[in-house]
């Protein structure tokens, strides 16, 4: 009986969570000229006027590169970072891996006003640079976390035996350690990706006239409401079903084969 009454829940659960997706979807399609629900009719008219808009291609194309950008960064310094912390043996790490976690901690406007105030001073706001360094601030405790998982459950006995076998401390990690935590990297650099491309606080704060997609949206919610931000809210939810359907495909078994090529 409490077994049923689980499922139930969960499916409610489910069911609540799901229901705003099933409403955007119809809207975004919707005939009207406004936003109603059901849609009398099915139209692509607000999809044609998102890819007509400057504005909003603009908008989409910075928050991609911006996106991108932090990704890389971030794997590029939480990679290393969770490795120190996870194998190093030094003074301060645990101070140092709080450290590396109190952007998921600290409240985004607490950080936002603070690095407003430094980047004001740098003359970076506006910049579509520093927007990337902020948001993979935001970034690194999810590549931290990530990592730091994958290099726990990680076998360190093959990398022993590469070393064995005459394999150098960077062959290693290039041809073993790395290629088997692909599936971690991969996870990691999507969390930061989308970490950046849905931030609007900081954007607010940061972006100037240099509207991203977020911000975008925000700025058009507050003047009009049309239901051309259900069409990019649809884009959007495509986009992360794209990215998860592809790590799904590619993330998984690429560490064997490429152990199976090394050994090769």
């Known amino acids: 009986m409490s077994r049923r009454l689980l499922v139930v829940a969960?499916?409610?659960?489910?069911?609540?969570?799901?229901l705003p997706l099933m409403v955007v979807f119809p809207i975004s399609l919707s005939s009207a000229p406004y936003m109603q629900f059901p849609p009398p009719g099915l139209s692509w008219q607000w999809y044609d006027r998102f890819f007509d808009d400057p504005?909003?291609?603009?908008?989409?194309?910075?928050s991609l590169y911006i996106g991108s950008a932090t990704a890389g960064l971030a794997l590029a310094l939480g990679v290393p970072l969770s490795f120190?912390?996870?194998r190093g043996r030094f003074a301060g790490r645990a101070l140092l891996d709080r450290l590396a976690l109190a952007p998921v901690i600290v409240p985004t406007i607490v950080l936002s006003v603070s690095v407003?105030?430094?980047f004001a001073k740098l003359k970076l706001i506006g910049a579509w640079y520093g927007l990337v360094v902020a948001h993979t601030v935001l970034a690194l405790p999810f590549v931290v976390l990530v990592m730091g998982a994958g290099l726990r459950d990680f076998d360190r006995s093959l990398e022993q035996a590469a070393e064995g076998l005459g394999a150098s401390r960077w062959r290693t990690l290039r041809r073993v350690t790395l290629p088997l935590l692909r599936p971690s990297l991969v996870s990691a650099g999507l969390l930061a990706f989308i970490s950046s491309f849905d931030e609007l606080v900081v954007a607010l704060f940061l972006a100037g006239p240099n509207m991203t997609l977020p911000k975008k949206m925000f700025d058009n919610i507050?003047?009009?409401i049309d239901p051309t931000i259900a069409a990019v809210s649809v884009m959007q939810i495509l986009l992360v079903v794209l990215v998860l359907v592809l790590i799904g495909r590619f993330g998984r078994g690429l560490g064997g084969a490429n152990m199976s090529g090394s050994a090769r």
Not at 55 to 62: F, K, S
């Open 10 to 18: 969960c499916a409610a659960i489910y069911l609540f969570l799901m």
């Open 55 to 62: 504005q909003w291609l603009d908008a989409t194309w910075r």
């Open 84 to 86: 120190s912390l996870v």
């Open 116 to 118: 407003y105030g430094l």
């Open 222 to 224: 507050l003047m009009e």
